[in-house]
Nanobody
Framework: VQLVESGGGLVQPGGSLRLSCAAS????????MSWYRQAPGKERELVAR????????NYADSVQGRFTISRDNAKNTVALQMNSLKPEDTAVYYC?????????WGQGTQVTVSS
């Protein structure tokens, strides 16, 4: 399993970023995928999850209405569109696959929201 995140960076409050995760090494279209984040000094938390066919999504309350998770099963990618970013969204964002009861993580991508 390989998960490679990209798209992080520095953005001003109110701005937008789009994160992408390229997945390989497993039957991507058969598994739900998630995005997590971890801010300094805090535990890693679930941000958004999408079912294997993309038909259902769920979000943390803190990002509901601002973030959108999507996937392209033809390209083995999952994306997180982040709008109206706030300083409290600053964190390392990780792509996640749970398979056979085990969590698989990418290396993470840093998102910093600051003026």
């Amino acid at each position: 399993v390989q998960l490679v995140e990209s798209g992080g960076g520095l953005v001003q409050p109110g701005g937008s970023l789009r994160l992408s995760c390229a997945a390989s090494g497993f039957p991507f279209s058969s598994y739900a995928m998630s995005w997590y984040r971890q801010a300094p000094g805090k535990e890693r938390e679930l941000v958004a999850r999408i079912t294997s066919d993309g038909g259902s999504t769920n979000y943390a309350d803190s990002v509901q209405g601002r973030f959108t998770i999507s996937r392209d099963n033809a390209k083995n990618t999952v994306a997180l569109q982040m709008n109206s970013l706030k300083p409290e969204d600053t964190a390392v964002y990780y792509c996640n696959l749970r398979r056979f009861g085990r969590d698989n993580w990418g290396q993470g991508t840093q998102v910093t929201v600051s003026s």
